[in-house]
């Protein structure tokens, strides 16, 4: 018989302007796998930071084991047993795996003060395999994927003498076979006693693993499904407190608009081979492919975020040449990066300023001066439409919830009126209300004119918004499937054919 491992009681937190819990209770086993769910906002990770030591408590109390406990750093909770992977990836990008891996946790040559780097690297490569997963001891982090990276934080959770996972949104930026081989390294470890919390707002994966779920909503308990007997429908009315109609906008239109955007021969160092598609008005295109395809890459170099080795973009016909993002702005395109801490927000900033921060030259008062009462007006708008939640617009953005911080960025790049909007990965860490407002939101722009060029690792996300289906297997494009002959099937027979020749159906 399982017995408890830990009991939050009463937990409350507040933070300025936002009650983030109040008086919530959870309870997990030995060896149990626990998904935690509930919309942006309901203090899933607010609640799994308190319990890490990361925040410390209000009111109500925490039994490690049967015995009242406070972690007062993170550090003591790592010494008792629990890690958390954050949603947001917490490691120094400038380092090398090895050093991500063992920072503070370094090995020593026995008796000497030098590290013992052969039996790090044999560490490393251990857990590595365990994963199932190659990767490069000798490049910087920061230059490897969002994929790579977050398995790299998986292990080094796995570092530890382990007695409960913590992970928010581990599967987010994993394509359908790594989260195979993550769910099977979750199994493996629930079968060696340690216990899991799975938070993730991809709810076929949370039915596929998990014992039990357990659901917040606006900070308090809502309370508890069983996968094995329960719904999907009934885990969103727990979640959001009403029925949503459909989970995904399906797509039925067809385009027949006139060719906005050509890509020949794009190429370029590490990823991107050979790229080769056109972007209709009205248009989406979705862009599917294993982690390591190079979809983000190709988009970057479209944009001139990367340099590329060849390869031209033709808009309305002609040839543009565009060497930097500000190039791609003036020209009409836009673009949601996958990474919005680094690559998409200022933290330190408002949301107001985060938010119009694309746009300074639409909100000039006589030309030359910013206007604080347009800034407000187009944030209000924005906040509105995308139900962000937030105490005010100067609310500093560091502080919204990851699903909150991403609508912020889709707004910011709404605001500029593009005519082309590149999207890689928009829904990533945001929870299913939200998720099902954006898709209506890009199904909508779509129908307005606006080409879509749809960059997702959610293959029911391609299938349900994209007029076509772009599949690029190894840095080169594979196929370009219509709506009637895209499937899960053929998308992943795509993504996975070695052979160099593309398919054009």
Partial sequence: MASTLFEMRGICK???????????????????????????????????????????????????????????????????????IFQELNNCPNLKPLDNLFLGRERFIKGLPL????????????????????VDLDKEI????????????IAKALL???????????????????????????????????????????????????????????????????????????????????ELSTMFTRRSNDVQGAEVMRVEHLAGPPRVLEVDFDLRQGEILGVAGLIGAGRTEMARMIIGADRKSRGQVF????????KSPRDAVRAGIAYLPEDRKRQALVLPMSVRENLTLSIHSLVLRMGLFISRAKENAVTDSYVTQLDIKIADREQVINNLSGGNQQKVVIAKWLATKPRILILDEPTRGIDVAAKAEVHRMISALADQGVSILLISSELPEVLALSDRVMVMHEGRVKAILDRADATQESIMNAALVTEASEVQV
Avoid: C
């Fill in 315 to 322: 808009i309305d016909g002609k040839l543009v040449h565009i």
């Fill in 160 to 242: 530890t003498d382990v007695k409960l996972l913590i992970m928010d949104e581990p599967t987010s930026s994993l394509s359908d076979k790594e989260t195979a081989m993550l769910f099977k390294v979750i199994r493996e470890l629930k079968a060696r006693g340690i216990s899991i919390i799975f938070i993730s707002h991809k709810l076929n994966e949370v039915f596929e693993i998990t014992d039990r779920v357990v659901v917040l909503r606006d900070g308090e308990n809502a309370g508890e499904i069983d996968p094995r007997t329960d719904t999907m429908e009934q885990l969103i009315n727990l979640m959001v407190g009403r």
């Fill in 142 to 153: 920061g230059l490897m994927s969002t994929a790579i990276q977050q398995m790299i934080e």
């Fill in 14 to 84: 507040a933070f300025p302007g936002v009650r983030a819990l109040n008086n919530v209770d959870l309870t997990v086993q030995t060896g149990e796998v626990v998904g935690l769910l509930g919309e942006n906002g309901a203090g899933k990770s607010t609640l799994m930071k308190v319990l890490a030591g990361v925040y410390k408590q209000e009111s109500g109390e925490v039994l490690w084991l049967g015995q009242p406990t406070r972690f007062p750093t993170i550090q003591e909770a790592n010494r008792a047993g629990i890690s958390l």
């Fill in 115 to 134: 590290l013992n780097y052969s039996a790090m690297r044999a560490k490393a490569l251990e857990l590595f395999d365990y994963l199932g997963i190659t």
